[in-house]
């Protein structure tokens, strides 16, 4: 069977294969396979320097100090670190969020109010961004943490996070970023952008799923509290073996999006274009999400008339989600849609197609024939 063109690379994006080349080394007998921790030989050592390395990498990419590099398992448990460390041991703590995080954020923070803290959810602007007077008009003596992602998942418009940070540094409260869908799209620099944590995902950057990191800064000192105990790993902030081979695939994967930041960006700004215009025939398509603070890669649309289960049913060629691939499991309407003002008909209207690295002119150009195509036979057996 040929396989669908990929345009869901918001979900997860394909190993880069000179990523995948590197992480075999770091397996086997004849490989760097020792355990980081090890302190008294060589097979130790040199897991070490590769974590180290690659942590580097990591760094790098988001102009961090590799000190402020915590490994985690992904970005749902760097958001789960972020926040739960950042309110633990804090009575009486408030947390500002948005309604349309990513799950890892919304749902922790859910389990947070259960536990008696006070969370204020922000109802983003029908662009999707939260602007700052948003969060300062939320803030209270009691707010500790203001948690929001820097580009949204489903529909990739970007917040104005340098703002945001600049006052909440003012009041000395915590801000936590999600980047995992800004990381490798768009330039992420902490030293610019006034955050105090930053989650990342490696496989959203062409990496391996199974790891990811969270940045604490270090200056001023950010004190959050471990989830994860035992070992007293990452400077006692995350205990557990590091994965070598994933910490080194994912470090490798970033040192790649930052050499190539500005060749992917161009390229998805280009594809982004081709895209659009090969569906400028079509009537009565609306696009989702802000049409200028974006990144070029998500794109979401909706086709008047036709209802986006029906559209992804008749367009089997494509690989595409109507939604966060967490949320795609039910019919629900996405909850983000909802959050920028969609009623749930123009909800279930909506695709996202995302594109990535491997995306080619041609798998675009078949892509917007489809979409013709299926669209237009949808509508006029209505
Ligand atoms: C994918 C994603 C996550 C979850 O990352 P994992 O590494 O899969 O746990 C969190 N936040 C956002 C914005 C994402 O896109």
């Given at each position: 069977m040929k396989k669908p063109v990929y345009l869901d690379y918001a979900a997860t994006t394909p190993v880069d294969p000179l990523v995948a080349e590197e992480m075999v080394r770091y397996l086997t007998l004849d490989g760097v396979f020792g355990n980081p921790a090890s302190r008294s030989h060589a097979y130790g050592w040199q897991a070490e320097a590769a974590v180290e390395s690659a942590r580097k990498h990591v760094a790098g990419l988001i102009h961090a100090d590799p000190r402020e590099i915590v490994w985690t398992s992904g970005a749902t448990e760097s958001d789960n670190l972020a926040i739960k460390g950042a309110v633990?041991?804090?009575?009486g703590a408030h947390v500002i969020t948005s309604m349309i995080e990513h799950k890892a954020v919304l749902d922790t923070c859910k389990w947070l109010e259960s536990q008696g803290v006070e969370v204020t959810w922000l109802k983003p602007q029908p662009d999707g961004r939260i602007t700052p007077d948003q969060v300062e008009e939320a803030l209270r003596s009691e707010t500790v943490l203001v948690s929001l992602m820097m580009?949204?998942?489903?529909?990739g418009c970007i917040t104005d996070i340098g703002a945001i940070g600049g006052l909440l540094r003012e009041r000395g409260v915590l801000f936590h970023v999600d980047a995992a869908q800004a990381a490798g799209k768009m330039p992420v620099d902490v030293t610019a952008t006034p955050v105090d944590l930053l989650s990342l995902s490696s496989h959203k950057v062409y990496g391996p799923k199974g790891v990811g990191a969270l940045y604490v800064r270090r200056s001023p000192d950010v004190k959050i509290e471990a989830q994860i105990h035992g070992g007293g790993h990452e400077r006692g902030m995350r205990s557990g073996t590091l994965p070598t081979h994933q910490i080194v695939g994912m470090g490798s994967a970033f040192a790649r999006a930052q050499e190539l930041l500005d060749d992917d960006m161009a390229r998805l700004e280009a594809l982004r274009t081709r895209f659009l215009d090969g569906l400028s025939s079509l009537d009565g398509v609306s696009f989702n999400g802000s049409a200028e603070a974006r990144v070029p890669g998500i794109i979401n649309l909706s086709f008047a008339g036709v209802d986006a289960e029906s559209l992804m049913l008749g367009l089997r060629e494509l690989a595409v989600s109507s939604g966060s691939a967490c949320a795609?499991?039910?019919?629900?309407?996405?909850f983000v849609l909802r959050g920028i003002g969609l009623g749930d008909e123009e909800a279930h209207r909506a695709l996202r197609f995302s594109l990535g690295r491997f995306t080619s002119d041609e798998e675009v150009d078949f892509a917007t024939s489809q979409i013709i195509e299926v669209v237009g036979r949808l509508r006029s057996v209505r």
């Open positions: 633990a041991g804090k009575p580009v949204n998942n489903e529909l795609s499991a039910t019919i629900e309407p996405s």
